[in-house]
């Protein structure tokens, strides 16, 4: 069981992530690949992944295990990582006391292999390689399908923002999925431990994961910045997990209309099915279909919520509006 003890200053101070994160990404995504739970959300994405990993991402496992503590330095809660570069060179820089004290803790518990001593004293050589197999990971079995995964992180924060919009910071807590329990002050959550978070004002960080299973997670250190990663649902269409392909591309053959427009400007700030039939004068049917067009060009991505299906324009859906808008005379 996982419980965070929240102040009122807390409470305030509690923000949800501005997009996926690429090294959460990653470390969760290594840590599920080696897992055999999850068949319908990454079953498809395990067996497509697998044979593809390059060598070099022999460091990973060991530092990733499926269960078990892992090294917070895998996870900067500093530094620029708005890019997979830049997130990668914030993780390589991490000071050599960082990395100390994260290996050594993680050491106790279970044994590390032997060039881990090499990255625990900060050896530029070793962080090099690590940040390396990090950079290939991403390219070969995430980057195909990052796209999918940001639209998923990104109708997430849609939904959250829909939950404080509707019930305060609490509802937020509170909205967090049947994994969490919010008793005012404290949240709870599954968790394959027990581990007490104290946040003593310094607000909390949520954030939204596409391969964060089953449980949510923090880091082990409760001295660094707060941050609560949480799973997100997935698309039924997500466990078919093939790359992008031209199909994707063809599918914005069929975009034209004005209905169909209508739902993709609605759908930038989020909306359900119900409120797009409301909106538009059409019936449940319909908008089913508008969206499901618009799913697979890759302009809006659908979450689900207590029951609903909640429709939100991707990254690529808000581009083209935009242009469309700059067009207009």
């Known amino acids: 069981m996982l419980r965070v003890y929240f102040t009122p200053e807390d409470l305030a101070r509690v923000r949800v992530a501005p997009g996926a994160d690429y090294l959460w990404e990653i470390s969760n995504s290594v840590q599920t690949l080696q897992r055999r739970d999850g068949a319908r959300e990454f079953g498809a994405w395990r067996r497509w992944a697998g044979p593809r990993l390059p060598d070099s991402c022999r460091l990973l ?3 990733l295990p499926p269960r078990g503590d892992s090294p917070d330095f895998l996870t900067p809660t500093h530094g620029d990582c708005a890019t997979l570069q830049a997130a990668v060179d914030t ?10 004290t994260d290996l050594t803790r993680v050491a106790a518990v279970r044994r590390l292999p032997s060039w881990t001593r090499s990255l625990a004293v900060g050896d530029d050589d070793a ?7 990090l950079h290939a990971y991403h390219v070969e079995v995430l980057a195909p399908f990052w796209q999918r995964i940001r639209a998923h992180v990104d109708a997430d924060r849609i939904v959250r923002l829909h939950s404080l919009l509707d019930g305060g910071t609490e509802g ?26 104290r946040l003593d004002g310094r607000g909390l960080v949520l954030q939204p994961s596409f391969f964060c299973w089953p449980t949510p997670i923090t880091l082990a250190d409760g001295t660094l910045p707060p941050v609560l990663v949480y799973p997100i649902d997935h698309a039924p269409d997500w466990t078919g997990a093939t790359p992008p392909d031209r199909a994707e591309v063809d599918a914005l053959g069929p975009l034209l209309g004005h209905t ?8 930038r700030t989020g909306a359900s099915t119900v409120e797009l039939a409301r909106l538009l004068a059409v019936t449940h049917p319909a908008v089913s279909q508008h969206v499901k067009v618009l799913r697979a060009a890759g302009l809006v991505t659908t979450a689900r919520r207590a029951g609903r299906s909640f429709h939100v324009a991707t990254a690529e859906g808000r581009a083209l509006l935009r242009s469309a808008e700059r067009g207009m005379p």
């Open 91 to 100: 993780l390589v820089r991490t000071p050599p006391p960082r990395l100390h």
């Open 127 to 133: 962080l090099r390689e690590l940040g390396r197999a």
């Open 172 to 197: 937020l807590l509170g909205g967090l999925g049947p994994r969490f329990r919010w008793r005012a002050p404290v949240l709870e959550a599954d968790y394959p431990v027990d581990h007490t978070l």
């Open 61 to 63: 496992p060991p530092l």
């Open 260 to 267: 169909r427009a209508a739902v993709l400007r609605a759908a």
